[in-house]
C-alpha cells in the first residue's frame, strides 16, 4: 500500500482566509481524490486530482471555494478558500493503488488534515 | 450515492468472532464489494474487497452470497482496537482511470468490549 502524509496535521483559521492543504505520496499513483468529513458525519468525495488537467468535481463543490493542483503523480493539494465555520472539517487525500492481482485497484487514505474555521 | 444498507451498530465481546452484515441488492455486475473502517480521528483503513468469490486476508474475512446481494464481513477474533466504523461499500472495479469512485454510507458502529 501506498504511504501518504498530509500536511498540515491541523490548524485554526480565521473566516474569510484560505488554507492550502498539501498531500504527498511515497510512489507515483493513477489516480488522487479529497475528501471532506464534516463532525459526527461520513465521508464525502469532493473531487478526483487530475494530473494535468483540471479536477474533476462532484456534485455540490466548485472550483472557486476548492481549487486543488496536481502537478505531477506523487503530489496534490487543496485550497479550502474563503472559509467559513461551516468549512470545519477532516480534509483527506486519498490514492488508488494495485491489490494483488484481482482485477481492480483499491484505494487508500492520508491521515487527514483537521480544520477549525473560527 | 451509498447503495448499500449496513445496522447502525453492533457489539462484539473481545476474542469473539464479529459478523458484520451489508445489503446492496441493487449491485451491479461489474462492481466489487469494498470494506474499510475509520477508528476515531484517523483516515479510512482498507480492509478487504471481493467480487463475487469468498475473501480472505491477515485483517478479515469477507463472504458474499451467490446473488451477490449481501454480504458479511468477519473479524474472527474481534479485540479492543477493533472498534471502529466500518463502511461496506460497492463500486465499479477497474484499474487507474476506469476505477468507480469510492461513495461513504453511514457505516457500522462496532464497539468491542471486554
Known amino acids: 500500500s501506498a504511504v501518504i502524509s498530509q500536511k498540515p496535521s491541523r490548524d485554526i483559521c480565521q473566516r474569510g482566509t484560505s488554507l492550502t492543504i498539501q498531500c504527498q505520496v511515497d510512489?507515483?499513483?493513477?489516480?488522487m481524490f479529497w475528501y471532506r468529513q464534516q463532525p459526527g458525519q461520513s465521508l464525502t468525495l469532493i473531487a478526483t486530482?487530475?494530473?494535468?488537467?483540471?479536477?474533476?468535481?462532484e456534485s455540490g463543490f466548485v472550483i472557486d471555494k476548492f481549487p486543488i493542483s496536481r502537478p505531477n503523480l506523487t503530489f496534490s493539494t487543496l485550497t479550502v478558500s474563503n472559509m467559513s465555520p461551516e468549512d470545519s472539517s477532516i480534509y483527506l487525500c486519498s490514492v488508488s493503488g494495485t491489490s494483488g492481482s484481482r482485477g481492480t485497484d483499491t484505494q487508500y487514505f492520508g491521515p487527514g488534515t483537521r480544520l477549525t474555521v473560527l | 450515492d451509498a447503495k448499500t444498507t449496513q445496522p447502525p451498530s453492533m457489539d462484539c465481546a473481545e476474542g469473539r468472532a464479529a459478523n458484520l452484515p451489508c445489503n446492496h441488492s441493487t449491485i451491479s455486475g461489474n462492481e466489487y464489494v469494498y470494506w474499510y473502517r475509520q477508528i476515531h480521528s484517523q483516515g479510512p483503513q482498507y480492509i478487504i474487497h471481493g467480487l463475487k468469490n469468498n475473501e480472505t486476508n491477515e485483517m478479515a474475512s469477507l463472504i458474499i452470497t451467490e446473488d451477490r446481494k449481501s454480504s458479511t464481513l468477519i473479524l474472527p477474533h474481534a479485540t479492543l482496537r477493533d472498534t471502529a466504523v466500518y463502511y461496506c461499500?460497492?463500486?465499479?472495479?477497474?484499474?487507474?482511470?476506469?476505477?468507480?469512485?469510492?461513495?461513504f454510507g453511514r457505516g457500522t458502529q462496532l464497539t468491542v468490549w471486554p
Open positions: 486530482a487530475n494530473q494535468g488537467s483540471e479536477a474533476t468535481y
Open positions: 510512489s507515483q499513483v493513477t489516480m
Open positions: 461499500i460497492v463500486r465499479v472495479g477497474g484499474r487507474g482511470s476506469t476505477l468507480g469512485r469510492l461513495y
